[in-house]
């Protein structure tokens, strides 16, 4: 896993909300974090929407949400502030803030799909699952049935929390990623934007058909058994747990969350109060 100073990849493209699917490139191979490129209608609004985008980059969320705040007191309607704006409340983890302008965008431009991807991440900071999960099921039928871009898209990212002194970027897949068939992947950031650690939420089939014959029963239900394990630079890696049962968001937050409170990543500094429940 490269280390990168800035956020990159998945990260930078949830800047605007308007991404190529706000998510993974269908040709992204598990384990890396691909490039995103912004759409063009993203960068409009003048040097002040600009100077916002580069603060986002520079892991500067407090002035890029005043910059966008800006471009907004003279121009309400641009779509593509108030995505960036709901986007640095994200990253502010200031939901109530984050909804508003993302609901904002979805009015001003309300069949742009990929809004959509900017709304997920603003619910789960606020806190509102009903809406959240909505939002989630909206995008699994957009990529089933919806726009080209939103069919090739592999996965978006479904939640931004705290952890001690770091952030957890939580990316949900559309079907299971690589040959061992990552359903969630959590990205660890330090306070400065860099990645340090990935945890990755996986069920292979190798293993799947052997836990499958040995528990027919819970197999028949839908159950799988599932692999949590981390890992960052060179060979560090840590296998965190094995369960089985469905690939619950909320059950396996709770679950990678335990894991890295009780073996941190390099450099992490964990408390038990260190993410919301």
Known sequence: ?????????????????????ACL?????????????????????????AQGMAALRDNQSRA?????????????????????????????????????????AEKLD???WKIHTTLVAAYAAA??????????ALL????????????LATGFLV?????????????????????????????????DGRR???VDVQSNDFDEKSWAEAHPAEAASGNRQFQISGHGDGDASVDYRMFSGKANYDNIRVMVIESLRSHPAPGMQVTASGSKP
Not at 26 to 31: D, E, L, P, V, Y
Not at 90 to 102: K, S, W
Not at 140 to 151: K, T, V
């Open 159 to 191: 939640e931004m929390f705290p952890l001690g002194q770091d952030r957890v970027d939580a990316i949900e897949y559309f079907e299971p990623m690589g040959r061992f068939h990552t359903y969630y992947r959590f990205l660890v950031r330090q306070p």
């Open 127 to 136: 806190g509102m699952r009903q809406q959240r999960d909505h939002e989630r």
């Open 196 to 198: 340090v650690w990935e």
């Open 110 to 112: 309300p069949h742009n």
């Open 25 to 49: 490139s269908g040709h992204a191979q598990a384990g890396t974090e691909p490039e995103i490129p912004v759409a063009p209608d993203a960068v409009g609004g003048g040097p002040t929407l």
């Open 140 to 151: 699994e039928e957009l990529h089933r049935n919806g726009p080209s871009d939103a069919r």
């Open 64 to 104: 890029a949400l005043t910059d966008f705040q800006r471009v907004l007191a003279a121009d309400p309607g641009n779509t593509a502030a108030n995505l960036l704006a709901s986007t640095a409340a994200v990253e502010l983890f200031e939901g109530p803030l984050a909804v508003q302008y993302a609901e904002k």
């Open 1 to 21: 896993m490269n280390r990168r100073s800035r956020r990159c990849g998945l990260g930078c493209a949830f800047l605007a909300g308007y991404l190529a699917a």
